[in-house]
């Protein structure tokens, strides 16, 4: 099966920045879309930002213009940088993938989360 391993969590002060990585590994033909979402607690989980294998990125409103996704093919990892992080960034950030599989199949995978924490 695949796996997404999430990693570069941590504690940050107001302004500062974080780098989130996301590697998918395992036995897969492609990945289409990746993507990030997060969740605070008592609130549901929401899109982050997106980037396709093809085309422009989506991102949320509240993050628009501070975090910037990208993805590096040849390490099937996705990334995300947080600049200018806010207490209200705080959640914990899961990556996703949309993965091809080698047996035709096309399955959405979810990473097991890492938590960014924000303090003012």
């Known amino acids: 099966q695949v796996q997404l391993v999430e990693s570069g969590g941590g504690l940050v002060q107001a302004g500062g920045s974080l780098r989130l990585s996301c590697a998918a590994s395992?036995?897969?033909?492609?990945?289409?879309?990746m993507g990030w979402y997060r969740q605070a607690p008592g609130k549901q989980r929401e899109l982050v930002a997106v980037?396709?294998?093809?085309?422009?990125?989506n991102y949320a409103d509240s993050v628009k213009g501070r975090f910037t996704i990208s993805r590096d093919n040849a390490k099937n990892t996705v990334y995300l940088q947080m600049n200018s992080l806010k207490p209200e960034d705080t959640a914990v950030y899961y990556c996703?993938?949309?993965?091809?599989?080698?047996?035709?199949?096309?399955?959405?995978?979810w990473g097991q989360g890492t938590q960014v924490t924000v303090s003012s």
């Open positions: 395992g036995s897969f033909f492609s990945i289409n879309g």
């Open positions: 980037i396709p294998s093809v085309g422009s990125t």
């Open positions: 996703n993938a949309d993965i091809k599989g080698r047996g035709w199949s096309r399955s959405i995978y």
